[in-house]
């Protein structure tokens, strides 16, 4: 059953070093052909197969709200008319950027339904900022956050990172300690991954990258769970945060395991047991679409083994684990059955706990979170 969907604006004003997903450059691009061919790729997918009542939309980037007033809202109309039915309790988030996000395009959103938003602020240091090229400072946060809770936000989540080129632990505090005081109810926070396709990543080849180190990276990371957890934020998630009620309902369908549409170039897409990449490049995804196609480049078919696989890496970054009766209903077989070699590995190692109902994450394991996972995958 298909109850979410990804759409993907890859626009953007300006390139952040540390990024690798599907972004071109605002300036010269043909905004309003994609947008038609993504109201075509949505026509056919649902065509493809029906959704039940949508219940999550996510929008992202790229950066959605660089488009302009108009392009936003035809946008959103056209994801609402093709994604139909909806869910009345729809969460329905849209990234946005505070350098880009005017109350008038607040109001946009507001006006159709958009009822969260997902801010990538990342850090509170101007010279952070500049690091990172980003094209907003720490001003244009505090303004955008006054103006989305104006215009009747209440659901707002905002993005930091941590391990960053020059960033010690006192200014991660710091940026920790300016989130909270924005009272927002939902904070995600991701260590630096350098990415293949990044200007960090030739940085990081030339030796021109001073990161903090894994010792330094692990403290901010406890102080993130400490002081969060202290503030009345639940850890639900290895790198997200809630106040009760306030959990990404659509993320959670990532780490469920649960189908999704992916809209758009480059976005992944997970449907009938088959997960899809788009075509990434403008030309090409438009091009695919317009022939009467759908512009999927990749599709994998998964076997039993892998859809069994993604059940167990994916639902270990959830902080209630994996849910052993979830599984038995998925897969009609146990769970011990099938990995009972690495359970009990990952369990001696104070990595895992296999308690009745689920297997889960130590407060050890979350440290070492991808050599947990890695442990599942490819040995059925």
């Keep these: 059953m298909v109850k979410a969907a990804y759409v993907h604006i890859p626009f953007c004003e300006q390139i952040c070093h540390y990024c690798d997903f599907n972004k071109f450059l605002l300036e010269g691009q043909p905004v309003d052909d994609y947008?038609?061919?993504?109201?075509l790729e949505m026509k056919r997918l649902v065509h493809q197969k029906a959704p039940e009542p949508i219940e999550t939309i996510y929008i992202g980037g790229g950066t959605p709200t660089a488009l302009n007033g108009e392009q936003l809202k035809k946008m959103l109309d056209s994801v609402k008319e093709n994604l139909a039915p909806i869910h009345p309790d729809v969460e329905f988030t849209v990234e946005a950027n505070p350098s880009v996000t005017d109350r008038k395009k607040l109001d946009i959103l507001k006006n159709?339904?958009?009822?969260?938003?997902?801010?990538?602020?990342?850090?509170?240091?101007?010279?952070l900022l500049v690091a990172l090229n980003r094209n907003h400072r720490q001003k244009d946060v505090w303004k955008m956050i006054e103006q989305a809770k104006s215009a009747g936000f209440e659901n707002i989540s905002i993005d930091l990172m941590f391990g960053l080129p020059g960033q010690t632990l006192e200014m991660f505090k710091q940026s920790v300690q300016h989130a909270l005081q924005l009272q927002v109810p939902h904070i995600s926070a991701y260590s630096l991954q350098v990415e293949k396709q990044t200007v960090f990543y030739i940085k990081d080849k030339k030796g021109?990258?001073?990161l903090p180190g894994e010792d330094h990276e692990s403290e901010m990371f406890e102080y993130l769970i400490d002081t969060l957890k202290s503030n009345g934020f639940s850890q639900y998630e290895i790198s997200n945060f809630g106040k009760k009620g306030y959990e990404?309902?659509?993320?959670?369908?990532y780490w469920k395991n649960e189908e999704y549409y992916g809209i758009g170039a480059g976005a992944h897409g997970y449907i009938n047991n088959q997960r899809y990449e788009n075509n990434k490049p403008l030309p090409h995804y438009i091009k695919k679409v317009n022939e009467g196609d759908l512009p999927q480049r990749l599709v994998n078919e998964l076997t039993r083994s892998e859809q069994m696989e993604e059940e167990v890496y994916l639902g270990l970054r959830k902080m209630e684990g994996v849910n052993k009766s979830v599984f038995h209903q998925k897969y009609g077989i146990q769970i011990e059955q099938i990995f009972h070699d690495q359970i009990n590995k990952l369990v001696k190692e104070e990595l895992l706990i296999n308690d009745e109902g689920h297997i889960r994450l130590t407060q050890k394991g979350l440290f070492l979170g991808n050599e947990v996972f890695q442990e599942f995958v490819g040995v059925i």
């Design 35 to 39: 947008l038609e061919a993504m109201d």
């Design 112 to 127: 159709a339904g958009v009822n969260r938003l997902s801010i990538g602020v990342q850090a509170f240091q101007d010279d």
């Design 208 to 210: 021109q990258l001073s």
């Design 248 to 253: 990404s309902r659509h993320n959670l369908v």
